[in-house]
Structure formats: C-alpha cells, structure tokens
C-alpha cells in the first residue's frame, strides 16, 4: 500500500475525531454560558428578595390585584394589615427544620389558620412554628387556640405562594390535620375555610405571649455557586481541545 493510499483513511480518521472534539467543546461552552447567565439570574433574584424582606411593610395587596400576583414577582413582600383568626381547623404542615427561619432547628410543624379580612374575605395565616407536633394534635390546639380571640388585630408577614407536592411526598392525612405541603387551597377545601386569597402569609409578627406558635422574620438563603460551574466547564472545554491538538500533533509525528 503507498503513501496516498494509507494517508486517506488517516485523513478521514482525523476529520472524524476532529468533528467529535468541536461538538464536545461546543457542548461544554454552552454550558459554560449558560451558568453564566444563571449566575446572574440569581444574583439578581437575591438581590431582589433580599430587598422585598428588609422592604417596609406594604398594604396587603387589593382583591382585584390577586389573579395578576406571580411567585416570581411578589413572593417574600413584606405586607401588614388587620384581620381576625377565624375559629375553624387549623392544620399543621410538617418540617423538619426551615431554609427561610435561621431561628428554627429540627421537626415540628407550622400552624396554618384562616383569617378574616374587614370586607369578609380570607387569608390563611402561616402562624408561626410549634416544636415536636406531628404526632401531637392536641400540642398544636392548646397553641392555637389563644389566637382565635374574634378581635381583629394588626398582623405583619410576608406574602408566599403554595407549594406542589413531589413525587415522593407524602399524601396529606386529613384525619390528623396533618400535610406535607404549604399548600393552603387544599387545607381550605377539605375543612371548610371557604373561599381563600391565592397566596399565604408567612407571619413575621406579633408573637403570642407564649412564644407558640413561633412566628419570626425570613432571611433567604440561595447558593449562588454558578461560576464555580462555569469555570469546570469552560475547564473541561479546554481540557477536551488540548487533547484534540497534543493528538494531531502526534499523528503528524508519525
């Protein structure tokens, strides 16, 4: 076999190679790219919660206002207004500890209550956190229970918006009152709390005398690791074209 004929399948055998390198490079830039824009995104959805929880307190939003409410544009807004813990179940929706609350640690419940507004609307309260309820209803009542007073009386929280359930999540146990999720629409439909407002108050203030349930304020904590990711693979990019070119460089050697 001549020179020609072995130097045509070499050729082709490095087009292949080459053509698998520029899509791999092309791939991992990509990605690269992309965590840059995610970057940020997230820097400035931090920097935007970060403002709306240190924001002063705003009016509760009005009822026309509530279709046009999005979690990516009003979640986390600091609101204050009057209303009156309604005497109707409360539900305990079960966390093992909170992302938001740098104040709560290990399990217990949140205490979700309904409360009426001056025009006879409702909202559901996020109350505050009870230690150690979630095979306890009766530790969850005697908490509650000095909330529902029938005065109105000035509540300051932050606005939050349902949770959907995940595959592995555990079905809600109505019998106990207990869920899984903050999902506030489905505690309403299944005792009766009426009609709701779409979104929920996470309850920054007053604290009960008693200290339970815990209300307090949020703090927002995202890993903002975005460049690290860019950084690999751009890294790994690189890494994949170098090694394409010490290649064709040792094929010409020889």
Do not use: C
């Not at 995104?41 to 935007?48: C, D, F, G, Q």
């Not at 029938?150 to 146990?173: C, H, M, S, W």
């Not at 109505?174 to 439909?189: E, G, I, P, S």
């Amino acid at each position: 076999m001549n020179q020609t004929q072995t130097a045509a399948p070499r050729r082709r055998g490095i087009f292949g190679l080459a053509l698998i390198a520029l899509i791999m490079v092309s791939v991992l830039a990509s990605l690269g790219v992309w965590q840059l824009r995610r970057k940020d995104e997230k820097r400035a959805l931090i920097s935007a919660l970060t403002e709306r929880l240190a924001g002063v307190p705003g009016a509760l939003p009005a009822v026309v206002e509530w279709p046009a409410l999005t979690p990516a544009r009003d979640e986390f807004r600091r609101v204050s207004f009057s209303a009156s813990f309604e005497s109707k179940p409360d539900v305990m929706v079960y966390s093992s500890g909170s992302a938001v609350r740098d104040d709560i640690n290990g399990p217990g419940t949140w205490a979700f209550v309904p409360a009426r507004l001056a025009d006879g609307r409702s909202v559901v309260i996020n109350t505050g956190f009870v230690q150690n309820t979630m095979q306890d209803r009766a530790q969850q009542d005697r908490a509650v229970k000095p909330l529902v007073t029938g005065a109105p009386v000035t509540l300051t929280g932050y606005l939050r918006f349902p949770e959907t359930a995940g595959t592995l999540t555990p079905a809600d146990d109505v019998a106990k009152r207990l869920w899984f999720v903050r999902d506030h629409r489905t505690m309403a439909k299944a005792f009766g709390w009426g009609e709701v407002a779409p979104f929920y108050i996470d309850l920054e203030s007053p604290a009960p005398a008693s200290g339970v349930p815990k209300p307090g304020p949020l703090h927002v904590h995202l890993k903002d690791d975005h460049l690290q990711y860019a950084i690999t693979w751009f890294g790994l990019a690189l890494v994949v074209a170098a090694a394409f070119g010490f290649w064709v460089v040792g094929q010409r050697r020889s």
